[in-house]
Antibody, heavy 120, light 107 residues
Framework: VTVVESGGGWVQPGGSLRLSCAPS????????MNWIRQAPGKGLEWVSL???????HYTDSVKGRFTVSRDNSKGTLFLQMDNVRADDTAVYYC???????????????WGQGTRVTVSS | EIVLTQSPDFQSVTAKEKVTITCRAS??????LHWYQQKPGQAPKLIIK???QSLSGVPSRFSGSGSGTDFALTINGLEAEDVATYYC?????????FGQGSKLEIK
């Protein structure tokens, strides 16, 4: 299994960024996919999940600003980040849920992450 | 939101010592509790799923226990390669949440 996140970089407060995640080595369309972030020197924070059917869930701090989506035909996961804030600065990881039969489960097949820096 | 509280935040242990990290949930989550190991500069790695289920490729010295609100990760005989920060994670309800992390160091 290989997971590659991309799209990170520097963005000003209030700006937008679109992250991508392209896993390979498993049947992408069969599993829920998650975004998790880690601010510099801090712990892990679950950000969002999209089920294989497209149902979405978010942590409260990003609701209304971030949008998760997926293209099962291309095997790619996205995170559209709008109206970003300084506290969105973090490494963003994508990971797969472990069970097909559950929307949410343990997280496996983590990528190496993509770094997002929000600063003026 | 379900809050996960880990203990201890930091522990310095000798090699071959038995280590236990606990994770307490603010409400019952049955066994929807998972453990991850994160070494410096690396992505997290799943080491125990659904409270006690082991994973292929994870050394047998790692084990998990608990249900409801109280959980534990045990390392039977710490090795130098186990130096890392360990996180618990609940998938029982949205938003999913993580514990604050427990950092292990070798004396």
């Amino acid at each position: 299994v290989t997971v590659v996140e991309s799209g990170g970089g520097w963005v000003q407060p209030g700006g937008s960024l679109r992250l991508s995640c392209a896993p390979s080595g498993f049947s992408f369309g069969a599993f829920s996919m998650n975004w998790i972030r880690q601010a510099p020197g801090k712990g892990l924070e679950w950000v969002s999940l999209i089920s294989r059917n497209g149902d979405t869930h978010y942590t409260d701090s990003v609701k209304g600003r971030f949008t998760v989506s997926r293209d099962n035909s291309k095997g790619t996961l996205f995170l559209q980040m709008d109206n970003v804030r300084a506290d969105d600065t973090a490494v963003y990881y994508c990971a797969r849920s472990t069970r097909i039969t559950l929307i949410a489960a343990a997280l496996t097949s983590w990528g190496q992450g993509t770094r997002v820096t929000v600063s003026s | 939101e379900i809050v996960l509280t880990q203990s201890p935040d930091f522990q310095s242990v000798t090699a071959k010592e038995k280590v236990t990290i606990t994770c307490r949930a603010s409400q019952s989550i049955d066994t929807s509790l998972h453990w991850y190991q994160q070494k410096p500069g690396q992505a997290p790695k799943l080491i125990i799923k659904f409270a006690y289920q082991s994973l292929s490729g994870v050394p047998s010295r790692f084990s998990g226990s608990g249900s409801g609100t109280d959980f534990a990760l045990t390392i039977n005989g710490l090795e130098a390669e186990d130096v890392a920060t360990y996180y618990c994670h609940q998938s029982s309800a949205f938003p999913n949440t993580f514990g604050q992390g427990s950092k292990l160091e070798i004396k």
